[in-house]
């Protein structure tokens, strides 16, 4: 065989593996975004229930200075995150926006109490847990009510519950097909060098013999393939930390070595398991068998 002929085969060797390399690394990239909404499907979930208001009204006669040091006594109760004081001219002024300027003429003294606006740590947004939150901050001479919205708390809940069994399908899915589509793409890197193994195994070579150089480039095409795909899911979460920053604080940054470690391994698992079973079929394959 001529130096050109060698030169165009291995050119060939060299775009399969490469053409191989990229369809796997789409696959694991898929894998990647897959992998980071499940390991921060806990984190989104908390920024929901996190992001629930909870108003404790104060009785109309509670002067700000008190209403503020029993934020304070608030602050430190173990179901708060955190807490916001709206003064009597601010609950004036967010009144007049809804209702006009003129709202208050119907009264002789202003109606609106000072009040603080509390967000709940997300163990504690539940019903049950509700009532309880309820019962402790309204336990306090100074406080008239507290208000939520208990349908909304129990939307909240029933939807978070429905998105997770949906998402939790939706990876499932998604890792079978990714599974089949880098299986069907290691079958066919390997499928073309049949007639390599066919001579091999007419030399004597055992089955390990002859599946142990293809085992160790899978680990290596399973790598490689795998930092390509980190590096895509890289780039594309700093392009949503550039532009949609808020959505980006949802994600928890300590578990991406979660993701980065889910990837390598699928890319690596999925990459020998299927080269491993190929191989051995095309051992066990007759010459005539080869052309099929």
């Given at each position: 065989?001529?130096k050109?002929?060698?030169?165009?085969?291995?050119?060939?060797?060299?775009?399969?593996?490469?053409?191989?390399?990229?369809?796997?690394?789409?696959?694991?990239?898929?894998?990647?975004?897959?992998?980071?909404?499940l390991?921060n499907?806990r984190?989104?979930?908390?920024?929901?229930?996190e992001?629930?208001?909870?108003?404790?009204?104060?009785?109309?006669?509670?002067?700000?200075?008190?209403?503020?040091?029993?934020?304070?006594?608030?602050?430190?109760?173990?179901?708060?995150?955190?807490?916001?004081?709206v003064?009597?001219?601010?609950?004036?002024?967010?009144?007049?926006?809804?209702?006009?300027?003129?709202?208050?003429?119907?009264?002789?003294?202003?109606?609106?109490?000072?009040?603080?606006?509390?967000?709940?740590?997300?163990?504690?947004?539940?019903?049950?847990?509700?009532?309880?939150?309820?019962?402790?901050?309204?336990?306090?001479?100074?406080?008239?009510?507290?208000?939520?919205?208990?349908?909304?708390?129990?939307?909240?809940?029933?939807?978070?519950?429905?998105?997770?069994?949906?998402l939790?399908?939706?990876?499932?899915?998604l890792?079978?097909?990714?599974?089949?589509?880098?299986?069907?793409?290691?079958r066919?890197?390997?499928?073309?060098?049949?007639?390599?193994?066919?001579?091999?195994?007419?030399?004597?070579?055992?089955?390990?013999?002859?599946?142990a150089?293809?085992?160790?480039?899978?680990?290596?095409q399973?790598?490689?393939?795998?930092?390509?795909?980190?590096?895509?899911?890289?780039?594309?979460?700093?392009v949503?930390?550039?532009?949609?920053?808020q959505?980006f604080?949802v994600?928890?940054?300590?578990?991406?070595?979660?993701?980065?470690?889910?990837?390598?391994?699928?890319?690596?698992?999925?990459?020998?398991?299927?080269?491993?079973?190929?191989v051995?079929?095309?051992?066990?394959?007759?010459?005539?068998?080869?052309?099929?």
């Amino acid at each position: 065989m001529s130096k050109g002929e060698n030169h165009i085969i291995g050119r060939r060797l060299v775009n399969a593996y490469l053409s191989s390399v990229i369809s796997i690394s789409l696959v694991l990239l898929l894998v990647g975004v897959a992998s980071l909404l499940l390991v921060n499907a806990r984190s989104v979930s908390d920024y929901f229930k996190e992001n629930m208001k909870v108003s404790v009204l104060m009785k109309t006669d509670v002067a700000e200075e008190d209403a503020l040091a029993f934020r304070r006594k608030v602050d430190g109760m173990r179901f708060i995150k955190s807490s916001d004081f709206v003064s009597r001219e601010q609950g004036i002024s967010e009144m007049r926006n809804l209702l006009g300027e003129d709202f208050l003429d119907v009264f002789e003294t202003s109606p609106i109490p000072v009040s603080i606006d509390v967000t709940l740590k997300a163990d504690y947004v539940s019903a049950d847990s509700l009532d309880m939150v309820k019962s402790e901050i309204a336990a306090s001479p100074l406080v008239d009510e507290v208000v939520y919205q208990r349908s909304l708390v129990d939307a909240l809940n029933s939807n978070l519950s429905k998105i997770s069994v949906v998402l939790g399908i939706f990876i499932v899915l998604l890792l079978f097909i990714s599974y089949v589509l880098i299986n069907n793409t290691v079958r066919l890197n390997v499928y073309a060098r049949r007639f390599t193994i066919h001579t091999m195994r007419l030399v004597g070579a055992t089955r390990s013999f002859i599946r142990a150089p293809f085992v160790l480039q899978a680990v290596f095409q399973g790598i490689f393939s795998a930092i390509v795909a980190i590096i895509m899911l890289l780039a594309i979460m700093f392009v949503v930390r550039n532009e949609f920053a808020q959505l980006f604080e949802v994600f928890r940054l300590d578990l991406l070595l979660i993701v980065l470690g889910i990837v390598i391994a699928s890319g690596v698992v999925i990459c020998v398991s299927s080269t491993y079973f190929v191989v051995n079929k095309l051992v066990s394959l007759k010459k005539d068998e080869l052309y099929f």
